[in-house]
Each structure stands twice: as C-alpha cells, then as structure tokens.
C-alpha cells in the first residue's frame, strides 16, 4: 500500500539556521499539506498546496515558511531562519481528493 | 474555536465494541464529520467521515444522528493496537485544512 514518505526521521538544528523537510507523497495525489504538532499539544495546520500554488495557510505560515513541489515528486517546507518554538514534529499529508489526507510519520525538528 | 466536544479519555476492553462520542451541536449544512486517529505521535490517520447516513468501512462505523449535531464512532472489535488519540473533526467541503482538537484518549485494555 503507498504511503507519505518524510525525511529526516530526526533533524537537529542551530536557532537561525535554514531548514528543509522534505515529503514525498502518494504519487497520484494532488493535493499537498503540512501540519506540525509541539510536544503534547494539538496538530496545527500550516498549508495546503494545490496546483503548484498554496490554496490555504494559517497564521503560522509566516514569511519565515515556504513550500515547493520542486520536481513533480517531492513536496517541502523551508524554515528560513529557524527558532526555538519551531520544535515540533512536523507531518506531510497528501491526498487525491481535498477531503482525503493521508499523514506522513513525521519529522522531529529540534531548534537548540 | 472548537466545533466539536469529545471526552478527554475512555477505556475498553479488548475485543468489545468501542464507542466513541463527539458533540457538534453548531455544524452548518455543508459540513462533514469526520474521525482520525494518531497512534503514539505517529501521524494521523483517516479512519471515516460523512455527511448525514451514518457510514461504514473496513476499520469502524460512524453513526450520526438526524439532527446532525452529534455522531458515534464505534470501532466494533476494539483490539489493544486501536490504543489511540480520536479525533472528530467537522469540516466543510471547500476547506482544506483539519482542524484538530484534544481528542479523546482511547486506552483497549487486555
């Protein structure tokens, strides 16, 4: 059965320092998200993409996140300058249809 | 904003039926129900969703009542692996995202 493939597992950065996590979704699927959930709080979502653009974004997503689908297959999300809130798992979930999302395992992100 | 009320935790025992309650007393027309689970900080996982007639599937059933405002879910054989966070999320049809709650802490017990 496909799944939602993420990489790293486990990423340990500098406060500052650039990021990229890396998903590569379910091949067919068209629809692309990226959520993030701190250590025993609720997942929140950051973006969803659509036909090479973002089509939602929350509060979060600040000027300091973006996303692309560089090469038709994988699908990221760029912490430009990373700080300590953005400890977080942070989980890729694609679909076919926008009301299907199917999660990655997740990217642990530790700022230090 | 919460649209939807869960209890924080339940028990069952393995093997018996699990039923998982949600309120959503303020949901629009247009709005579906829907129920994930995340094992352990694992990512969520779709598990059902409707609209109105109540739904099943291979995982559970999704019992929602005529005036919409709330729904069961009931996972029928609860094994010691369904030990999970539930969510029950409501969401309309043109909106991308998934608004995730606190859930309920579902705990099978041998």
């Known amino acids: 059965e496909p799944e939602v493939t993420q990489t790293p597992s486990h990423q340990v950065t500098q406060m500052g320092q650039e990021v990229i996590l890396r998903c590569v979704p379910i091949s067919n699927h068209l629809y692309f998200y990226w959520y993030r959930q701190i250590l025993g709080q609720k997942v929140e979502f950051l973006v969803s993409?659509?036909?090479?653009?973002?089509?939602?974004k929350s509060e979060i997503f600040d000027d300091q996140f973006s996303v692309e689908r560089p090469d038709g297959s994988n699908f990221t999300l760029k912490i430009r300058s990373t700080k300590l809130e953005d400890s977080a798992m942070y989980f890729c979930a694609s679909g076919l249809e926008p009301y299907e999302q199917y999660f990655g395992p997740g990217t642990r992100l530790t700022v230090t | 904003d919460a649209k939807t009320t869960q209890p924080p935790s339940m028990d069952c025992a393995e093997g018996r039926a699990a039923n998982l309650p949600c309120n959503h007393s303020t949901i629009s027309g247009n709005e579906y129900v829907y129920w994930y689970r995340q094992i352990h900080s694992q990512g969520p996982q779709y598990i059902i969703h409707?609209?109105?007639n109540n739904e099943t599937n291979e995982m559970a059933s999704l019992i929602i009542t005529e005036d919409r405002k709330s729904s069961t879910l009931i996972l029928p054989h609860a094994t010691l692996r369904d030990t999970a966070v539930y969510y029950c999320?409501?969401?309309?049809?043109?909106?991308?995202?998934?608004?995730f709650g606190a859930g309920t802490t579902v705990t099978v017990r041998a």
């Open positions: 999320i409501v969401r309309a049809n043109n909106d991308y995202k998934l608004s």
């Open positions: 993409f659509y036909n090479n653009e973002i089509s939602e």
């Open positions: 409707g609209l109105k």
